[in-house]
């Protein structure tokens, strides 16, 4: 989606369907809603950092070009910020619309499979169970939802105002994690991402993860690759995790499948 004026006229489209803005406020029906949601995002996922493999699934579940490497960022700062970039094609009225709903989802997978990531299907509100502020951006498109807000979880809010980042992908998302013990428990999952992951993956072959400072240094950086290559009727997949900051590594494996 690449006009702005259609992207504005598609979020307040979607205000106006959840009644969030009438001038009587909230009604009973839009109350017990939020309530609900706010149960969902709290009780559904055991752990508070499944989001991060939602949002890997997700991204493997993306249109990517024909000629792009499908790749996804991830960047956190540990002011409580964590930063999403994924190189697709961008999202969608659909994608924007299924984003919007509870257990809405435009995926669609071939032959019916998905990865074992998956947990419920219920995706991205797991975000809410460690994020109060979401920031989405995608080509025109750039909403925020507020959890604090009524339907808040789903009724987006348009804002010409991304959180600053060394990221730039086409499509975008930042997440606000107010609690301390949350984040440090988001920033010891992304640091325990290992290449293994993507054997499961359809279509990433790319995941870089960095670390910063409150003041935006940078304290760990390291990326995760996967590549394929055929041989006298075999498949080598090249596994490796590379290393950057504190100090450049690389580490291999190699797995031949008959």
């Known amino acids: ?6 992207a504005k006229k598609l979020v307040k489209d979607i205000r106006r369907a959840k009644h969030v803005d009438d001038p009587a406020g909230e009604d009973e029906t839009a109350v017990d809603l939020t309530n609900a949601l706010e149960m969902l995002s709290e009780e559904l996922y055991s752990k508070p950092a499944h989001f991060i493999l939602e949002l890997i699934q997700n991204a493997d579940d993306n249109r990517y070009a024909t000629a792009v490497t499908p790749k996804l960022s991830l ?7 964590l930063w999403v970039g994924i190189n ?5 009225e659909a994608n924007v619309r299924a984003i919007c709903r509870i257990a809405a989802s435009t995926k669609k997978v071939e032959n019916q499979q998905k990865g074992y990531i998956g947990e419920k ?5 797991s975000v809410f169970k460690v994020a109060d502020v979401v920031w989405v951006k995608s080509g025109a498109m750039s909403f925020t939802f507020d959890k604090n807000k009524p339907l808040g979880m789903i009724a987006p809010e348009w804002t010409d105002a991304f959180p600053p980042t060394s990221i730039s992908e086409r499509t975008m998302f930042c997440f606000k994690i107010p609690n301390q013990d949350d984040r440090g428990i988001v920033r010891a999952n992304l640091l325990e991402l290992k290449p293994e992951l993507l054997i499961f993956l359809r279509q990433l072959r790319n995941i870089d993860v960095k670390v910063q400072n409150a003041a935006s240094a940078t304290l760990q950086h ?7 290559a055929q041989m006298s009727g075999t498949r080598r997949t090249t596994l490796q995790i590379i290393s950057i900051t504190p100090r450049l590594s690389t580490v291999s494996d190699t797995l031949i499948v008959f």
Request: aromatic share 16%; glycine share 14%.
């Open 1 to 6: 989606m690449d006009d702005v004026e259609v």
């Open 75 to 81: 960047l956190y700062r540990e002011d409580g910020y």
């Open 88 to 92: 697709e094609l961008g999202f969608t």
């Open 121 to 125: 299907g219920i995706g991205f509100k």
């Open 222 to 228: 390291f990326s995760l690759s996967k590549s394929d």
